[in-house]
């Protein structure tokens, strides 16, 4: 099946501060989305961007599906922000695959 | 509001007992999927529904079982025969083909005695 990989694994910010969260996939995806897991376990989608870059707000997202990789921005990142950011594709119109996720943590 | 409700929050179970896990959409959603989540990793897919009455084995499904009999309800059963049942689990939906974007319930936290 399709394998998933992002990086960095782990990510101590402080409040203010911008990063960059990577994910790279092994085939050709139709489908990717990116989600926030906060602290009690709740799974919000954030972007849903096969190709091309999507903002909204302090995020944004792009993807090279040619390249087979997509990034996510958090800019000015607040304590909020906080929690695990998973990358999921797919390939067909009906499942998704995660990966491990980023564990970010911002501090004041 | 519209959404997905998953009960119960939290559950224990003693070793050999089944259980099951409850997953209710009002978003008039097609497809309904479980995932489970172990301490530190991702989510693993272990059933999903496209349409009442089928469903599919994900990646996980062994010592787990699915009934679709309504749209909105897709119940996950925890039996005995799954090894380490210990996980959050937690239940998706999306609309439909041409909709991909999943949305989740709160999640079901298992803990076997």
């Known amino acids: 099946g399709i394998q998933v990989e992002q990086s960095p694994p782990d990510l101590i910010l402080q409040e203010g501060a911008n990063s960059t969260l990577r994910c790279n996939f092994s085939?050709?995806?139709?489908?990717l989305q990116w989600f926030h897991q906060n602290p009690w376990g709740q799974l919000i989608n954030l972007f849903y961007?096969?190709?091309g870059t999507k903002q909204n707000g302090r995020l944004s997202a792009t993807t090279v599906a040619t390249e087979r990789y997509s990034l996510l921005y958090i800019s000015s990142s607040q304590t909020t922000d906080s929690g695990v950011y998973f990358c999921?594709?797919?390939?067909?119109?009906?499942?998704?695959?995660f990966g491990e996720g980023t564990q970010l943590t911002v501090n004041p | 509001d519209g959404g997905i409700t998953q009960s119960p929050k939290y559950l224990f179970r003693k070793e050999g007992q089944n259980v099951t896990l409850s997953c209710e959409q009002n978003?008039?959603?097609?497809?309904m999927y479980w995932y489970r989540q172990d301490p530190g990793q991702g989510l693993r897919l272990i059933y999903y529904?496209?349409?009442?009455?089928?469903?599919q084995k994900g990646d996980i499904a062994e010592g787990y079982s699915v009934s679709r009999e309504k749209k909105e309800s897709f119940p996950l059963t925890v039996t005995s025969a799954q090894k380490n049942p210990t996980a959050f689990y937690l239940c998706?939906?999306?609309?439909?083909?041409?909709?991909?974007?999943?949305?989740f319930g709160a999640g079901s936290r298992l803990t076997v005695l």
């Open positions: 998706a939906s999306r609309q439909g083909s041409g909709a991909n974007v999943l949305t």
């Open positions: 085939d050709s995806v139709n489908n």
């Open positions: 961007i096969p190709s």
């Open positions: 999921a594709v797919g390939t067909s119109g009906s499942r998704l695959t």
């Open positions: 978003l008039n959603h097609d497809a």
């Open positions: 529904s496209q349409i009442v009455n089928d469903f």
